[in-house]
């Protein structure tokens, strides 16, 4: 099993629909979770971090089910500009106790007018 | 306040020859990472440092690259030889403290390399 694993995509919803991506992780170890946004040639910027069951933000929600070892990014009313490649970053730990992150692939959402 | 800037922003050399990426971190920032993406692939972490030492470096893929970050501040990348499969996008991110948990990196806008 991969160590972080997200559907690439692509997603092609119209505007004003509610889109949801999951990514599983494979290190039950795992205490705090991010989803990263990257547009088109430019660097991932955080989104949004999840340290518990979940977390909200305007249109945006992110959900941590630690049973099933998964996250989910959950965007309601999609707009345009949510056209992107959203990264679900999981860190770890090294040997030294210092984070490591695993990416994941990344999956592309498309919004149509 | 200025975020993680890296030069330069494209590289287009040919194979065999050295090329060296710069990052500069958020003003102090201890953590300084460095990561690559290939083309269809995810990014894939290469090193760490915090400060000038170098904390993890188990993502490096083999001796012909060498990273360095004199005085903590900024880090350079050097490949040398260059190959065709060394082409892509190198990232660099920058966080505070000392690394552990859950702190959020700062990624700059990366370098595009292409090897001919």
């Known amino acids: ?14 505007e004003g629909a509610t889109v949801a991506f999951n990514c599983t992780y494979s290190n039950s170890a795992s205490q705090s979770f991010f989803w ?7 660097e991932p910027k955080l989104l949004m971090s999840v340290y518990s069951s979940g977390n909200e933000d305007g249109r945006f929600t992110a959900q941590l ?16 500009s949510d056209s992107a490649t959203y990264l679900c970053v999981v860190p770890g730990m090294n040997s030294g106790g210092y984070q490591k992150v695993t990416f994941g692939t990344g999956t592309k959402l498309q919004v149509i007018p | 306040e200025a975020g993680v800037t890296q030069f330069p922003s494209h590289s287009v050399i040919e194979k065999g020859q050295t090329v060296t990426l710069r990052c500069d971190p958020i003003s102090g ?10 083309m269809g692939k995810e990014i894939k972490f290469l090193l760490h ?9 188990s993502g490096m ?13 900024y880090s350079t990348l050097k490949v040398q030889p260059a190959e ?16 552990q948990g859950g702190n959020e990196q700062f990624f700059g806008p990366g370098t595009r390399l292409t090897v001919l």
Not at chain 1, 65 to 80: E, P, T
Not at chain 2, 61 to 73: D, V
Request: positive net charge; glycine residues 8%.
């Open chain 1, 1 to 14: 099993r991969k160590e972080v694993e997200q559907d690439p995509g692509p997603f092609n919803v119209p």
């Open chain 1, 36 to 42: 990263y946004r990257q547009d088109c040639r430019k």
């Open chain 1, 65 to 80: 089910n630690r049973a099933s070892q998964y996250i989910s990014l959950l965007i309601r009313d999609s707009k345009l």
């Open chain 2, 29 to 38: 920032h201890d953590n300084l990472y460095w990561y690559r993406r290939v």
């Open chain 2, 49 to 57: 440092f915090v400060k000038e030492s170098k904390q993890d470096e």
């Open chain 2, 61 to 73: 893929p083999n001796n012909r690259f060498l990273a360095e970050r004199t005085g903590g501040t």
């Open chain 2, 84 to 99: 065709l499969e060394d082409s892509g996008v190198y990232f660099c991110a920058s966080s505070q403290g000392p690394g």
